[in-house]
């Protein structure tokens, strides 16, 4: 079931419209598995401070070998431990994988690509993706815009099969054109990816689903949406990110509703979805974002409903890689330990 346009403009209604018939049978059933399902979330409030899904009884909900960590969230420990005492306690809590955000290890000692492939292997991780910045206006800059052969060299020999950023498409401003000039460059990072092997993702954070500057009625995300090539363009969404977003921006600036489901954008096209972020936010609609970030199964997020509902698409349980997150964990590897528990401990409803 194609989704209605959320915008009033007819070119990117057209483009998004083409890239949901081309994305995936299973958008079709998007309804059906969002129609079963009676959280807050699903009917667009929030989630009752405090309460927690059912337990259930079936198979885990988390599909095995997909638990990843993003390292931003325990750059302390990289910085002071290394990255091997780090993958020591990451494969004792049960994770899979890692997404890394830089490569070196602070006092730990310098360390090649070649040594750190290594010990994430030799740990029994695997690296699922990486964080790159997008541009700056220094030209010698790590960034795709400054030096994409380099990054794409790295990426080639840590062996990753996703290389992504979590800057937004903010280059050339917040109207319509900025972002389609934007996705152009996007789709060109990819196309250079999709050479070595690779894809490449960008990581949202809440105000990318804000409202173009120009065009009130457009939401950015759907720009970003149409414009870029789902053969080229990957998505990681953050799922954290993606609440606030709904929280900031359920309303366009004249006031007036536009609501919308942050798994529904998944349904719609899983297969631009190979990556998530799994944070967790205590609700709060005093704060700017409507949830204060937690840890992991502390907070009002409805992850058991989340990745079951994107479990049950078409390659739902191989396609897709979790990686839990917080920016800024009171204890980055209890953080870590609990993230992890608690995402194992999710089971189906119905089996």
């Known amino acids: 079931m194609p989704r209605t346009p959320r915008t009033t403009d007819p070119e990117l209604a057209r483009k998004l419209s083409r890239r949901n018939m081309l994305g995936v049978a299973a958008g079709a059933t998007a309804a059906a598995l ?11 409030t929030a989630p ?41 306690e990451l494969r004792r809590f049960g994770y899979d994988e890692v997404e890394y955000a830089g490569y070196s290890q602070g006092s730990a000692g310098p360390l090649t690509l070649a040594q750190l492939r290594r010990l994430t292997r030799d740990h029994g991780l695997r690296a699922i993706g990486s964080h790159v910045g997008y541009y700056s206006d ?15 060299d790295d990426a080639q020999a840590l062996g990753l099969k996703h290389i992504g950023t979590a ?27 999709r050479k070595r092997g690779m894809k490449f993702y960008q990581h949202n954070h809440a105000e990318e689903f ?34 606030a977003g709904r929280f900031r921006f359920g309303r366009r600036p004249d006031g007036t509703p536009a609501p919308f489901d942050p798994l529904a954008y998944v349904l719609e096209q899983p297969d631009r979805y190979p990556l998530f972020h799994v944070k967790d936010g205590e609700r709060d609609d005093t704060a700017r974002d409507g949830y204060r970030m ?3 199964g502390d907070g009002d997020i409805d992850y058991q409903r989340f990745i079951s509902a994107v479990g049950r698409t078409h390659g739902g349980r191989r396609d897709h890689h979790w990686q839990a997150e917080h920016d800024n964990p009171a204890e980055s590897l209890t953080f870590a330990r609990k993230a ?12």
């Not at 220094?138 to 794409?152: C, E, I, R």
């Open 340 to 351: 992890a528990s608690h995402l194992h401990s999710l089971r189906e409803k119905d089996c």
């Open 294 to 296: 937690v840890d992991v």
């Open 210 to 243: 804000s409202f173009a500057t120009d065009r009130p009625d457009v939401r950015l995300y759907d720009v970003l949406l149409a414009e870029t090539d789902p053969d080229l363009v990957y998505l990681e969404m953050d799922i954290y990110w993606a609440y």
């Open 34 to 44: 969002l129609g079963g399902a009676t959280t807050a979330s699903a009917a667009g």
């Open 138 to 152: 220094d030209p010698g800059a790590y960034t795709f815009a400054q030096n994409l052969t380099k990054v794409l």
């Open 48 to 88: 009752v401070p405090g309460t927690a899904p059912a337990a259930g009884r079936g198979r885990p909900v988390l599909p095995p070998g997909r638990l990843g960590i993003q390292l931003y969230s325990l750059r302390d420990k990289v910085s002071t431990l290394g990255f091997a005492r780090v993958f020591e």
């Open 167 to 193: 800057s937004g498409p903010w280059r050339y401003g917040a109207t319509v054109d900025g972002w389609k000039r934007c996705a152009e460059e996007f789709n060109h990072y990819g196309a250079e990816a």
